[in-house]
């Protein structure tokens, strides 16, 4: 993914949050962890954020190599247990979780558990760990995907690991919210063009003449 992609996802993703709220995502998950920093700099000052590593609020001196970085231990506000970010979201206490899934359908729906037939997968997956659970419960879900093609977005996922309460999908050439048909596309990045987003998607889509 060239570095403009890289930025412009993560930009898109900060605008997504919210000052005052509570965030957390997983391991693996680059974009969001410089999305979250990103916001807490410009807009969000007062954003509660949970990183994996079990850090609240970390103050990096640098901007993180990975999101298990120690340098993600800096400054911290306080420490958790992961089974306390499940426990905070079952009580309605999380707002937003960042997911993802090797699959994306036009419901929302996330597969990180067997492509193709579930008995006999062309590709087996690791799982979604849980991610069912936060999708049913965090307030909203907001997914991200570093690769935008007809076979990462698809009409219907081979096996739906985790769905519900998605918000928007961010991905290199757009960004999608969840509407009453599906997803529906809410912008455009500057360097895709219409085409292209029907092209790479595997379910239609409808580009309004007004859409950003």
């Given amino acids: ?48 954020y949970l990183n994996i590593t079990g850090s609240v609020d970390p103050q990096p001196e640098r901007l993180p190599e990975s999101t298990v970085d120690p340098v993600l231990l800096a400054g911290t506000a306080g420490f958790f247990e992961l089974k306390d970010v499940f426990d905070l979201a079952a009580r309605g206490r999380l707002d937003t979780a960042f997911l993802s899934g090797l699959q994306i359908d036009r419901r929302g729906c996330i597969n990180m558990s067997a492509v193709g037939p579930y008995d006999r997968p062309k590709v087996r997956l690791p799982g979604g760990a849980g991610s069912a659970f936060l999708m049913e419960t965090a307030g909203r879900v907001l997914l991200w ?16 690991t985790a769905c519900g309460r998605v918000d928007r999908v961010v991905t290199p050439l757009v ?14 990045h500057p360097y895709a063009d219409p085409e292209l987003v029907r092209r790479e998607t595997g379910f239609p889509v409808t580009v309004d003449a007004d859409t950003p």
């Fill in 145 to 160: 995907r570093t690769k935008h093609d007809s076979r990462t977005f698809v009409e219907r996922v081979s096996f739906a």
């Fill in 175 to 188: 960004v999608f919210r969840l509407g009453p048909q599906g997803l529906e596309v809410e912008s455009i």
């Fill in 1 to 48: 993914m060239s570095l403009h992609i890289a930025d412009q996802m993560a930009v898109s993703l900060a605008r997504l949050l919210r000052n005052g709220e509570t965030v957390f995502h997983g391991v693996a998950s680059p974009l969001p962890m410089v999305a979250i920093l990103l916001a807490r700099k410009l807009h969000a000052p007062d954003l509660v």
